[in-house]
């Protein structure tokens, strides 16, 4: 479809089976973004994952408390870094990685530095891995914020940078009406006006994931409304692919429509 520069979010859910991470997805997610960026595509990859990691290296459940899902993310982060070089490394693309907090957003000075280094990582086709800086910030860590498991800096990258497209993976395939996995009848929500008219049930958060369907609409709703395309479809192997070559099986919402 002709989309110049894309970012990619995923988030902990998507990247979990049980208790482990889903090395998979990962590895479908180096070769897809690989790929889009040898066709001529500017890649920002968004990913959640750090506690993830922290926590099957730990083996211990999902923190119930934030200073220890900091800790979890600390330990995890590098964990997290690591699968992605090795996933990278595969398709000879190089990869950066780029910690922020929300205040990066706020500050025109910080703002810019961000923009300028995003600019010359394009120049040099490296495709920027970026995360929270979870032992000092704690947005895509709350519960409580309107914008979790880095769904807001998917948002933010998308339209501070100027994306043509925002993809979100999850762990279901779109907006529905209802909770999919508990109503097989349940219906795809596939325009923005239905989306915001709350024809949606938001249902629990899922198990690891913090964001929830209510950050993701907001996230979509920002972008779209800012002229930036956006995609919410299931993480797996050719999910960034089919987005991108039109056949988007999640929910797709245009840009102006």
């Given at each position: 479809?002709?989309?110049?520069r894309?970012v990619?979010k995923?988030?902990?859910?998507?990247?979990m089976?049980?208790?482990?991470i889903?090395k998979?997805i990962?590895?479908s997610?180096?070769?897809?973004?690989s790929e889009?960026g040898?066709?001529?595509?500017?890649?920002?990859?968004?990913?959640s994952g750090?506690?993830g990691?922290?926590?099957?290296?730990m083996?211990r459940g999902f923190p119930?408390?934030?200073?220890?899902?900091?800790?979890?993310a600390?330990?995890?982060q590098n964990?997290?870094m690591s699968e992605?070089e090795?996933a990278f490394r595969?398709?000879?693309?190089?990869i950066?990685?780029?910690?922020?907090?929300p205040?990066v957003?706020?500050n025109q000075?910080a703002l810019?530095?961000?923009?300028s280094?995003l600019?010359k990582l394009?120049?040099?086709k490296?495709?920027?891995?970026i995360n929270?800086n979870?032992?000092v910030a704690?947005?895509?860590l709350?519960?409580?914020?309107?914008?979790?498991d880095n769904d807001?800096?998917?948002?933010?990258?998308?339209?501070?940078?100027?994306?043509?497209?925002m993809?979100?993976l999850?762990?279901v395939?779109?907006?529905?009406?209802?909770?999919p996995?508990?109503?097989h009848?349940?219906?795809k929500?596939?325009?923005?006006?239905?989306?915001l008219?709350?024809e949606m049930?938001h249902?629990?958060?899922?198990?690891?994931?913090?964001g929830?369907?209510?950050?993701k609409t907001?996230?979509?709703?920002?972008?779209v409304?800012?002229?930036?395309?956006a995609a919410?479809?299931k993480?797996?192997?050719?999910?960034?692919k089919?987005?991108?070559?039109?056949?988007?099986?999640g929910s797709?919402?245009?840009?102006g429509k």
């Amino acid at each position: 479809m002709g989309f110049k520069r894309i970012v990619v979010k995923v988030g902990t859910n998507a990247l979990m089976r049980g208790d482990r991470i889903n090395k998979s997805i990962i590895r479908s997610l180096a070769s897809e973004l690989s790929e889009a960026g040898k066709n001529g595509a500017e890649v920002i990859l968004v990913t959640s994952g750090a506690i993830g990691f922290g926590i099957e290296k730990m083996r211990r459940g999902f923190p119930p408390d934030m200073q220890t899902r900091q800790a979890m993310a600390a330990i995890g982060q590098n964990l997290l870094m690591s699968e992605y070089e090795k996933a990278f490394r595969k398709h000879n693309q190089v990869i950066a990685q780029v910690l922020l907090t929300p205040n990066v957003f706020t500050n025109q000075g910080a703002l810019s530095n961000l923009g300028s280094t995003l600019e010359k990582l394009f120049e040099m086709k490296a495709i920027p891995i970026i995360n929270e800086n979870d032992v000092v910030a704690v947005e895509a860590l709350s519960e409580t914020k309107p914008f979790s498991d880095n769904d807001g800096f998917a948002a933010l990258m998308a339209v501070n940078f100027k994306a043509d497209l925002m993809i979100l993976l999850t762990d279901v395939d779109g907006f529905f009406t209802e909770n999919p996995k508990e109503n097989h009848k349940a219906e795809k929500i596939r325009s923005l006006k239905q989306l915001l008219a709350g024809e949606m049930v938001h249902g629990r958060k899922s198990k690891y994931g913090l964001g929830g369907i209510k950050s993701k609409t907001l996230a979509v709703q920002k972008v779209v409304e800012k002229g930036v395309s956006a995609a919410v479809c299931k993480a797996r192997k050719g999910a960034v692919k089919c987005v991108l070559e039109g056949n988007c099986s999640g929910s797709f919402f245009e840009a102006g429509k």
